[in-house]
């Protein structure tokens, strides 16, 4: 009968995962009702800037990846293909640009890997986060609690379920115990975990690491034509990333990896 306690073991983790997730999904609610209050009150007319609206969608790095790409469409920095960066204009023209051409360094030229690395870590970008966090656009660091976090462990267990039914399946069993009826047993907490997922891509998705609902709202309502080409191109940067929105080239500077060296 040791399914038995595989099969206990996964209810555990099936059900631990969509308390969680509920329990998410209430918080967010509270919070986003807190926010909305908050912000309509103090900035009714709040709108993001770049570098705002790259931290609510994905982070410090992608802060960094939208100042190098900013730079590079002004020419003050060239991008390879290689992935090196090399700087063309030292003179940052803000507290952001400043931290990328310290992070290249005096030599002028750097591997965009670590350049984004120092930069995602820069007192500039985290200058910008505690100023989300203050206006409750962001999720102070560190916290779990997020519905994407625990959708994230929804499936988690939701894998975990999966395996620990295949593994019952592989053990003997009673032979009074129809296979069959195994699997179905395991069937129930898998069904519990994906009908969590499902619930909350109808109810919460978008869920972001990031941003608050408050903060998800105002990126939702960013408008990309009217600022021109240039603005539209670098927001779409910022919002999507470098591989959704930028030409081959730029996509290959960014993924380029070093190659290890062959002794």
Avoid at 48 to 75: D, H, I, K, N, W
Avoid at 113 to 127: I, L, Y
Avoid at 158 to 180: E, I, M, N, Y
Avoid at 201 to 215: K, T, V
């Amino acid at each position: 009968m040791f399914w038995v306690l595989l099969l206990l073991l996964a209810w555990a983790f099936a059900g631990a995962a969509c308390v969680r997730l509920c329990l998410a999904a209430v918080r967010a609610a509270d919070a986003d009702a807190a926010d909305a209050s908050a912000v309509t009150a103090t900035a009714p007319e709040r709108r993001l800037t770049l570098y705002e609206a790259a931290f609510l969608s994905g982070g410090p790095a992608r802060v960094a990846e939208v100042t190098l790409v900013a730079m590079a469409r002004q020419r003050r920095l060239l991008l390879a293909h290689t992935g090196w960066a090399t700087v063309v204009d030292p003179l940052g023209r803000d507290e952001m640009e400043r931290s990328v051409i310290g992070a290249i360094g005096p030599q002028g030229q750097s591997r965009i890997a670590p350049v984004r690395a120092r930069v995602a870590g820069a007192e500039a970008v985290r200058r910008v986060a505690d100023g989300l966090v203050r206006a409750g656009l962001a999720v102070p660091e560190g916290a779990g609690t997020t519905v994407g976090a625990a959708v994230r462990r929804v499936r988690a267990a939701t894998l975990g379920v999966a395996v620990l039914g295949v593994t019952a399946l592989l053990l003997p069993v009673p032979s009074d115990t129809p296979r069959l009826l195994v699997a179905l047993w395991f069937a129930l907490p898998l069904t519990l975990s994906l009908s969590c997922l499902a619930l909350a891509r109808w109810e919460a998705h978008p869920y972001s690491r990031w941003a608050s609902p408050a903060g998800q709202r105002l990126l939702d309502a960013l408008t990309w034509g009217p600022a021109g080409e240039e603005r539209s191109f670098l927001t779409s940067v910022a919002v999507r990333g470098v591989r959704a929105s930028g030409g081959p080239e730029l996509r290959a500077a960014f993924a380029h990896r070093e190659q290890p060296r062959r002794e």
